[in-house]
T-cell receptor, first 113, second 111 residues
Framework: DAGVTQSPTHLIKTRGQQVTLRCSPK?????VSWYQQALGQGPQFIFQ???????QRGNFPDRFSGHQFPNYSSELNVNALLLGDSALYLC????????????FGPGTRLTVL | GEDVEQSLFLSVREGDSSVINCTYT??????LYWYKQEPGAGLQLLTY?????DMKQDQRLTVLLNKKDKHLSLRIADTQTGDSAIYFC???????????FGKGTRLSVIA
């Protein structure tokens, strides 16, 4: 049973560029939530996707956007990258828009230079 | 909104018990979680407790909840070197709301 997978593992970008991160949920899950974990901090909720729609959003600017596909996989897009966007981006999957028993992927480490 | 606080570091000897503490601010918090993060890895859900419970035990893990003081603790019995990791406390209020995480407690186990 495949768990949550994320790609790429690491990414280096420069300020002003755009980035796309990808996530495939655990088998049987239909909901994907994205979190940003800055160094030395706990994860912060970005948004949740269920039924191909953004259901809830945390306190992040519009530069952060996402998408969910019919197979439940999801993308996180960040435009106009800032140095402060450097972080570990975690994807978590669950069932039916729940936040209970979320399963997290290994994350994508984004470095903005 | 919810705020979750944790001490940043804890060091214990192998075989001893570890107790990781957490306080939260929102008395409406209904679900409280403990996650483990090993180096280079994502978060692993260890256990969670509902606010109508005082204690939950799962093998070497014991969670205690003091609702009056808004204090949550995770006790790891017979701590092993493989328990070295960062432990995150997280809470969420009732309804379908996202988790709010603390900054994590780094547990170091000395052999």
């Amino acid at each position: 049973d495949a768990g949550v997978t994320q790609s790429p593992t690491h990414l280096i970008k420069t300020r002003g560029q755009q980035v796309t991160l990808r996530c495939s949920p655990k088998s049987g899950h239909d909901t994907v939530s994205w979190y940003q974990q800055a160094l030395g901090q706990g994860p912060q909720f970005i948004f949740q996707y269920y039924e191909e729609e953004e259901r809830q959003r945390g306190n992040f600017p519009d530069r952060f956007s996402g998408h969910q596909f019919p197979n439940y996989s999801s993308e996180l897009n960040v435009n106009a990258l800032l140095l402060g966007d450097s972080a570990l981006y975690l994807c978590a999957s669950s069932y039916r828009a729940s936040y209970n028993e979320q399963f997290f992927g290994p994350g994508t480490r984004l470095t903005v230079l | 909104g919810e705020d979750v606080e944790q001490s940043l570091f804890l060091s214990v000897r192998e075989g001893d018990s570890s107790v990781i503490n957490c306080t939260y601010t929102d008395s409406s918090s209904t679900y409280l979680y403990w996650y483990k993060q090993e180096p280079g890895a994502g978060l692993q859900l260890l256990t969670y407790i509902f606010s109508n419970m005082d204690m939950k035990q799962d093998q070497r893990l014991t969670v205690l909840l003091n609702k009056k003081d808004k204090h949550l603790s995770l006790r790891i019995a017979d701590t092993q070197t493989g328990d070295s990791a960062i432990y995150f406390c997280a809470g969420r209020i009732t309804g379908n709301t996202p988790l709010v995480f603390g900054k994590g407690t780094r547990l170091s186990v000395i052999a």
